[in-house]
T-cell receptor, first 113, second 114 residues
Framework: SQKIEQNSEALNIQEGKTATLTCNYTNYSPAYLQWYRQDPGRGPVFLLLIRENEKEKRKERLKVTFDTTLKQSLFHITASQPADSATYLC????????????FGGGTRLMVKP | DTGVSQDPRHKITKRGQNVTFRCDPI?????LYWYRQTLGQGPEFLTYFQNEAQLEKSRLLSDRFSAERPKGSFSTLEIQRTEQGDSAMYLC????????????FGPGTRLLVL
């Protein structure tokens, strides 16, 4: 069966440390993988997109890696801040005609001062 | 603010009533998507439009649900004879046409069916 797995347990880290979130998938061949941030009661906000032929993408304090052999993406936030506390969702775009997104369940990140 | 707006932001209704939600996408985006999200889960795809044409519907979209995008701009999602299981956040997203474009989500409409 097809699955996208993100750690359902909250990740608690200290301010200033690097947060690493994992997205594993099975029986998918995504053309693109995207990471979104979602705050309680609000819609997801786009952060980064990485293509299947890219290994790594960076944006300011954010870094995403994509390993299509392991079927895994890692999302890193360096020098984390309490304002980074949110739920982070990974989403697969299979590159089909509609480019619909298939989401994981999200991981809640708590950054403590 | 992503530029995608949804109305209303919250809706409480009684079981059996009909509800309608509206989404206004980013103006130059010709693709519009509807998703549903329940507590603790990621969004799930419901349907999408390219301009005014509804091109795909998920199995989640029962016959009580109908969506329209009459002029290729705003869209409406109607749920008839609501059930308690319809309680969820309904999210709209828009996207430009292109290989690696991303989707921009609105703030969502939270529906509670009593």
């Amino acid at each position: 069966s097809q699955k996208i797995e993100q750690n359902s347990e909250a990740l608690n880290i200290q301010e200033g440390k690097t947060a690493t979130l994992t997205c594993n998938y099975t029986n998918y061949s995504p053309a693109y993988l995207q990471w979104y941030r979602q705050d309680p009661g609000r819609g997801p906000v786009f952060l980064l997109l990485i293509r299947e032929n890219e290994k790594e993408k960076r944006k300011e304090r954010l870094k995403v890696t994509f390993d299509t052999t392991l079927k895994q993406s890692l999302f890193h936030i360096t020098a984390s801040q309490p304002a980074d506390s949110a739920t982070y969702l990974c989403a697969l775009d299979l590159g089909n005609a509609g480019n619909m997104l298939t989401f994981g369940g999200g991981t809640r990140l708590m950054v403590k001062p | 603010d992503t530029g995608v707006s949804q109305d209303p932001r919250h809706k409480i209704t009684k079981r059996g009533q009909n509800v309608t939600f509206r989404c206004d996408p980013i103006s130059e985006h010709n693709r519009l998507y509807w998703y549903r999200q329940t507590l603790g889960q990621g969004p799930e795809f419901l349907t999408y439009f390219q301009n005014e044409a509804q091109l795909e519907k998920s199995r989640l979209l029962s016959d009580r649900f109908s969506a329209e995008r009459p002029k290729g701009s705003f869209s409406t999602l109607e749920i008839q004879r609501t059930e308690q299981g319809d309680s969820a956040m309904y999210l709209c997203a828009s996207r430009a046409t292109g290989a690696s474009e991303t989707q921009y989500f609105g703030p969502g409409t939270r529906l509670l069916v009593l």
